[in-house]
């Protein structure tokens, strides 16, 4: 979810498909959180393997690893990409963490809510990217968290300090060392259910995996992005394997990566107007659960539709305010500390 600069992206769709993806995630958590299950979830009933949540992650961790590892082929400096990832990533999950605890929680609980909070255990799961440690809420629906879908965070960050020391280890001038990291990922994904065991099960080989297929792009895959037949036919594989079990997310990491970025690398036109817009997808992303779940215990009766406009709207409305309160600050920070690029620099 990384890689936005202060300034519009207006040669690229990367600002519309963050978008996008984030309100996938509203798509597919809306009936989830309202059923207990994904009995009512469009792709899980289509495909039978995965639902609009886990593509739309899987996708923000294929954009992100292609703007990161172009972030540090651009700038291979420690500090600077450390302290660019950290402001981008803490400051609007702090916030949104601190929301979650102590406006959305006490709404949430039984009495005597702050007589269980655990400030060592809370303070220790925000600095970690975690999500919020607090006491019990929603106990009266499904899935009682109070923000399920911070759990992808800590991941993303994770492959960041990845990048930072395959750069200072290796460099990406061997690039074929980061397409060996995208092969070992997938192959322990594909034989976890044969020989791993559930060995392999963490969230970090399936996002790892679509990660460095993001960065495997930047590195390989330009000259070819522009192909609008190949995104075609690109989109046509991953559609037949989404059906198999085993090879959806291998698919996903291949054919719609491909397709997605090739997408992402247009220049816009029909969208160039959207792409002016600031980006709120972090935001949107952050705060749909919690907004989802209050929703749910406010209006027990309300439909599957309406509960995904609402949703939709207060996300849009709420990473906006993130956008300009937070996020948009501590870019700023970002663009003020960057160095000045080398005469042999890329831009």
């Known amino acids: 979810m990384d890689g936005q600069n202060l300034a519009p992206q207006t040669g690229n769709n990367f600002n519309l498909l963050r978008f996008v993806f984030a309100s996938m995630v509203i798509l597919s958590h809306c009936p989830e959180l309202q059923h207990g299950n994904r009995s009512r979830e469009f792709l899980s009933n289509v495909f039978g393997t995965i639902s609009f949540g886990q593509l739309a992650v899987s996708s923000f961790f294929l954009l992100s690893g292609y703007l990161i590892v172009k972030s540090w082929d651009h700038n291979p400096r420690i500090v600077s990409y450390l302290r660019?990832?950290?402001?981008?990533i803490y400051p609007a999950f702090i916030v949104t963490t601190l929301v979650c605890a102590f406006?959305?929680?006490?709404m949430a609980s039984e009495?005597?809510?702050f007589r269980h909070f655990y400030w060592d255990d809370f303070l220790t799961d925000m600095t970690l990217l975690?999500?919020?440690a607090i006491p019990p809420v929603f106990q009266e629906t499904f899935y009682p968290l109070v923000n399920g879908a911070m759990w992808s965070i800590e991941y993303e960050f994770k492959c960041y300090l990845l990048v930072a020391l395959f750069g200072l280890a290796i460099g990406f001038q061997n690039r074929v060392y980061w397409l060996v990291c995208f092969l070992a990922f997938t192959t322990m994904f594909l034989i976890d259910p044969y020989v791993g065991h559930g060995t392999f099960h963490d969230p970090i080989v399936r996002l790892g995996m679509m990660f460095t297929a993001g960065g495997c792009y930047f590195l390989y895959g330009r000259p070819f992005l522009d192909k609008q037949r190949w995104m075609v036919v690109a989109l046509m594989l991953w559609a037949l394997l989404m059906f198999n079990r085993t090879l959806a997310q291998p698919a996903v990491a291949i054919f719609w990566g491909y397709a997605i970025l090739s997408f992402a690398n247009?220049?816009?036109r029909l969208f160039a107007w959207f792409n002016k817009l600031p980006d709120i997808s972090y935001g949107v992303y952050l705060y749909a659960w919690p907004i989802t779940k209050l929703l749910i215990e406010w209006q027990p009766e309300v439909g599957r539709l309406s509960l995904i406009v609402q949703t939709w709207l207060w996300s849009i409305l709420a990473g906006t305010l993130s956008w300009y309160l937070i996020e948009k600050r501590f870019i700023?920070?970002?663009?003020?500390a960057a160095p000045r690029p080398l005469v042999n620099q890329p831009a």
Do not use: E
């Not at 660019?84 to 981008?88: D, E, G, H, I, K």
């Not at 700023?332 to 003020?336: C, D, G, P, S």
């Open 111 to 113: 009495p005597h809510y």
């Open 130 to 132: 975690q999500s919020p």
């Open 332 to 336: 700023t920070m970002k663009a003020h």
């Open 84 to 88: 660019n990832r950290v402001l981008r």
């Open 266 to 268: 247009r220049p816009a």
């Open 103 to 106: 406006v959305v929680g006490p």
